[in-house]
Nanobody
Framework: VQVVESGGGLVQAGGSLRLSCAASGSIINVNAMGWYRQAPGKERELVATIISDGVTSGGTTIYSDSVKGRFTISRDNAQNTVYLQMNALKPEDTAVYYC???????????????WGQGTQVTVSS
């Protein structure tokens, strides 16, 4: 399974960026896909995630309090791709952003989690 992120970069405070993440491989089902971030000297933290609920095509979304109202996570189920639209960016949003995919694979009895390589987001003041 490969998890590949794109879309990071440098932006001024108040600006916007859109991150993309695609999962590929012998994936039968995506249970959840989400974004985490890690700033220098800090632990990796959840930013936003979408959990497949079997009811709505968009799934259940969860956001950290620090990004609620500014970031929006969405998913393309057919492409196993998740997006993170980040608006009103702040310098404290600066971090490496990692995509995480929790998936069911052919031949595996338990779900497995995979991480992308990370993409740098830098917000200047």
């Amino acid at each position: 399974v490969q998890v590949v992120e794109s879309g990071g970069g440098l932006v001024q405070a108040g600006g916007s960026l859109r991150l993309s993440c695609a999962a590929s491989g012998s994936i039968i089902n995506v249970n959840a896909m989400g974004w985490y971030r890690q700033a220098p000297g800090k632990e990796r933290e959840l930013v936003a995630t979408i959990i497949s609920d079997g009811v709505t095509s968009g799934g259940t979304t969860i956001y950290s309090d620090s990004v609620k109202g500014r970031f929006t996570i969405s998913r393309d189920n057919a492409q196993n791709t998740v997006y993170l639209q980040m608006n009103a960016l702040k310098p404290e949003d600066t971090a490496v952003y990692y995509c995480n995919a929790d998936v069911d694979l052919a031949g595996e009895v338990v779900p497995l989690q995979y991480w992308g390589q990370g993409t740098q987001v830098t917000v200047s003041s």
